[in-house]
């Protein structure tokens, strides 16, 4: 059973910083991609970042674009999301998932994803 589940969230204040966490069972990071997506209260769910499995090739949308860093751990079935300068707009849930591939358009077409972790809440105050 593939899972994946995400941990790290938290509340803290503007210009702070998170790591979040991805971890998954039931396949390996050899193929495809992860993407972190988030959506804040009332909102639709958007793309924030993504990480090739094979290539390490990224995206960032430009909303983070400069303040978030994606990297991958392999050998441990992880991915994380390092947030710094964090903005009260980064509050939301961030949710952890895997498209075929790692690109804007891949991320676009969240809801064709069938696997996805619980979330973990971020919330940044002013």
């Known amino acids: 059973e593939v899972q994946l589940v995400e941990s790290g969230g938290g509340l803290v204040q503007a210009g702070g910083t998170l790591r979040l966490s991805c971890a998954a069972s039931?396949?390996?990071?050899?193929?495809?991609?992860i993407g972190w997506f988030r959506q804040a209260p009332g909102k639709e769910r958007e793309g924030v970042s993504c990480?090739?499995?094979?290539?390490?090739?990224?995206y960032y949308s430009d909303s983070v674009k400069g303040r978030f860093t994606i990297s991958s751990d392999n050998a441990k079935n992880t991915v994380y999301l390092q947030m710094n300068s964090l903005k009260p707009e980064d509050t939301g849930n961030y949710y952890c998932?895997?498209?075929?591939?790692?690109?804007?358009?891949?991320?676009?077409?969240?809801?064709?994803?069938?696997?996805w972790g619980q979330g973990t809440r971020v919330t940044v105050s002013s």
């Open positions: 990480i090739s499995s094979s290539d390490g090739i990224t």
């Open positions: 039931g396949f390996t990071f050899d193929e495809g991609a």
């Open positions: 998932a895997a498209p075929v591939g790692c690109s804007s358009t891949y991320l676009s077409r969240w809801r064709y994803l069938e696997t």
